[in-house]
């Protein structure tokens, strides 16, 4: 940026990003020009909580003097709009850096956002101008030119006025200004003049700055319930204030899934009011890392200490918003104190086991909601089962799976799995796949439908992960079907199986033609219908588990561990081959690229098989051979 040190005036450059940012926020945002307003009161209710904190914490060089508060005039035959408060104010150095720069990430990010939703055609997003920290330039999209003066609640300070058309320049200049604070003038443009209208500043303010906890007045008149929700008994809050209240501090546009009012009282004091999104942001659902980030508010009586409090819950239960306000922390608490603090210790422990006890209550209460719930934040909370031992078997009673006997989209809990087991069963079986239609075609379930044994699905990529770990419950070890030990006394196949000499034989073919391709060929006691299928070893890590390591970039140029290959040698493709081999065709070309097609066939059920054209090829040339006359 440039300078003319010369005149008390001195005009300074836009970087390249700012007039991009401008000029996206001019044109692409018109179908919102009201979020001009909310962001302006938002600024200046934060210039107002960093005041207040100041006064309360600081015994000197803080300008103490008159009201906390926000006041809007607007003149409808001018269209000249003011909005002014009595906050922190800035110095020329924050001018500079608050009005006339914006940190590049959010620049950036705005922008790119922004532009990926123009691609995908969607509708754009007000609230991205919140949530990128560039809320003050939407102001560019009511009017050409914008006047702030300010000057900082420090002691002795200079007066300021900041002045700018948007259109890639900007000035500063010493003014004289008594009272701290902000004052921003500009004049509407004549497409929105609508907001010089009293009423419709009026509606602006209540539809999303009501519960601004300072005075917004227009004139002399105070516009918004400025009411602490969180402090009030949970009798006396009504849906329709609480559903406001959620939108107000969540930048959300629906309605919360639910609510829950925590006031407690004892070794430690404090009150909470928490919430549930109805659906998980987006965010959360593309980059899980964005939980490091996120938390309640925390208030220390009623003063705004922390936006974004991650210590306030465990990672895995930090999809919740709302606001934490005690009086057991000292005003001049810093975030590292906050993080040392044994007081935030014991009330995330409280809130953790709270939180904990309402989704349980939900879930036998009222199971719509908690499936509502569930299917937005399942997989977040299971990476609890992993981080909060303490907690962990809370975590797992609110587990929930589908299985071979439920619907798609029905849900059981473990304790309802073991309460239906079947009559001689020890072990909960669970398979893992990409989608329950590629489990429940899956050979290896053909052992346990045929004794009628209920087996978990999992589908969530997350489940391989936690589920292991669990690793019992009621004293039943969970078992991957693929390594389960069954009985094999139980189920017969569909078919008589071979002899003593025709296994042999049969599965010396298989091992010849398949030579190091697979740790080992047996016969198979599990399979009832199908000629083969692969499973893990005894120690080695599951089929699911080891996809889930490679995606995740974990031993990525390493081979997949061989599988062992289980022949089922009632079936007639198994009866044919061993036939084959005992009349010493085992070399036949044809024979050889059966055993082969079998055991790649095995592969693409597991999804593991590398070359799709080379099977094509091969089954296009047995169909051949076949047919052949």
């Not at 609640?153 to 009272?179: D, L």
């Not at 593309?286 to 009586?301: C, F, M, S, W």
């Not at 974004?308 to 104190?337: A, H, K, M, Q």
């Not at 690793?471 to 008589?496: M, N, R």
Request: charged share 30%.
């Amino acid at each position: 940026m440039s300078s003319n040190s010369t005149s008390p005036v001195r005009e300074f450059e836009y970087k390249a990003e700012m007039k991009q940012l401008l000029d996206l926020i001019v044109h692409s945002l018109y179908t919102h020009p009201e979020i001009f307003l909310r962001e302006l009161i938002s600024n200046a209710s934060d210039a107002l909580g960093k005041a207040r904190f100041r006064m309360l914490s600081s015994d000197e060089g803080i300008d103490k003097s008159g009201e906390l508060k926000i006041t809007i005039t607007a003149d409808k035959e001018s269209g000249n709009f003011v909005i002014e408060d009595t906050g922190i104010g800035m110095n020329e150095d924050e001018l500079v850096a608050n009005l006339g720069t914006v940190a590049k990430s959010g620049t950036l990010g705005f922008m790119e956002a922004l532009k990926e939703q123009q691609k995908e055609g969607q509708r754009l997003d007000a609230n991205l101008i919140g949530q990128f920290g560039v809320g003050f330039y939407s102001v560019f999209m009511v009017t050409d030119e914008v006047s702030v003066e300010t000057k900082s609640a420090e002691s002795g300070s200079q007066g300021w006025r900041w002045k700018s058309t948007g259109q890639g320049s900007y000035t500063i200049e010493p003014v004289e200004r008594e009272a701290r604070g902000t004052r921003i003038s500009f004049t509407l443009k004549e497409e929105f003049r609508e907001f010089a209208e009293e009423y419709r500043i009026e509606q602006v303010i209540k539809k999303y700055s009501n519960f601004v906890e300072y005075p917004i007045c227009i004139g002399t008149r105070q516009i918004n319930s400025m009411t602490a929700l969180w402090q009030r008994p949970k009798s006396e809050l009504k849906p329709e204030e609480v559903n406001e209240f959620y939108k107000f501090i969540s930048n959300d546009f629906k309605d919360p899934l639910d609510y829950l009012h925590v006031s407690v009282e004892g070794a430690v004091s404090f009150k909470a009011l928490l919430f549930i999104p109805s659906e998980a942001p987006m965010e959360l659902l593309y980059n899980q890392g964005a939980l490091e980030k996120r938390g309640p508010q925390l208030y220390v009586k009623k003063v705004l200490i922390q936006h974004e409090c991650r210590d306030l819950l465990p990672e895995y239960l930090r999809f919740v918003s709302g606001v934490v306000d005690t009086e057991d922390l000292s005003l001049n608490v810093s975030r590292e104190l906050v993080q040392a603090s044994p007081v935030m210790a014991k009330i995330k422990q409280i809130l953790t086991t709270k939180l904990l006890g309402w989704f349980d209550t939900i879930a036998k209460e009222e199971p719509e909601k908690f499936r509502t719930f569930y299917k937005a934040f399942g997989t977040i909370l299971k990476i609890g089962l992993n981080t909060d031992f303490t907690n962990r078997d809370k975590l797992i009673d609110l587990l929930r799976f589908e299985t071979t006997k439920t619907g798609e989209g029905e849900y059981v809990t473990l304790k309802e799995y073991v309460g239906r087991m079947a009559e001689g069963q020890t072990e909960i079986y669970y398979h893992s796949g990409n989608s329950r239609a590629q489990m429940l075609a899956h050979p290896n379930l053909e052992y346990f439908k045929k004794r009628d044994i209920e087996v978990l699905l999992l589908s969530d990529p997350v489940d391989v992960f936690v589920i292991p770990s669990i690793f019992e419950y009621d004293k039943k070890p969970l078992k991957a079907i693929e390594k389960a030990e069954i009985d094999t006394s139980t189920v017969e196949p569909e078919g008589e199986r071979l002899g003593a000499e025709g296994t042999v034989g049969v599965i010396s073919l298989f091992k010849e033609v398949l030579g190091d391709r697979v740790a080992d060929v047996v016969e198979s006691k599990r399979l009832v219908s199908s000629p083969v299928t692969l499973v893990s070893g005894k120690d080695a890590m599951d089929s699911q588990m080891e996809k889930m390591m490679k995606m995740m970039g974990q031993d990525a140029d390493m081979p997949g561990a061989k599988k062992i290959l289980e022949v089922n040698t009632a079936h007639p493709i198994i009866r044919n081959l061993a036939g084959k081999h005992a009349v010493g065709l085992s070399t036949d070309p044809v024979v050889r690229a059966a055993v082969t097609q079998l055991f790649e066939s095995a592969l693409l059920l597991e999804g593991d098989l590398e070359s799709v054209s080379d099977y094509v090829t091969r089954m296009n040339e047995l169909v051949e051979a076949a047919t052949r006359a």
